[in-house]
């Protein structure tokens, strides 16, 4: 149900854009949260978003360089990545929170009901 795309090899300070296209959810009624899982570490919360979009949270090693956005007309929520760093190598995760018509977001993985695959992020110094 949730699709994350737009993973790949980039060089320090470059930027990516990573797309979670949902399908069989009502996205007026969830919000959305990419996460990242590095090697060894646990996973982490990135970024969320309300299903209204007005709601949102960054990790603060990411706030002013990533920017999440919805298009909740596509079933897609994007995340723009840039200034990437090594750091910021990781398998990066979409989620999906039920939320109902409360236009809130989670922050921890276990807040989450729904995943998909992830797509790779590796950034070369």
């Known amino acids: 149900q949730l699709q994350a795309s737009g993973g790949g090899l980039v060089q320090a300070g470059g930027s990516l854009r990573l797309s979670c296209a949902t399908s069989g959810l009502e996205m007026d009624y969830f919000a959305i949260g990419w996460f990242r899982q590095a090697p060894g570490k646990e996973r982490e919360g990135v970024s969320c978003i309300s299903s209204s979009g007005r709601n949102i949270y960054y990790a603060g090693s990411v706030k002013g360089r990533f920017t999440i956005a919805r298009d909740n007309a596509k079933n897609t929520v994007y995340l723009q990545m840039n200034s990437l760093k090594p750091e910021d190598t990781a398998t990066y995760y979409c989620?999906?929170?039920?939320?109902?018509?409360?236009?809130?977001?989670?922050?921890?993985?276990?807040?989450?009901?729904?995943w998909g695959q992830g797509t790779q992020v590796t950034v070369s110094s």
């Open positions: 989620a999906a929170r039920y939320s109902g018509r409360a236009d809130g977001y989670g922050t921890k993985p276990n807040e989450y009901d729904y």
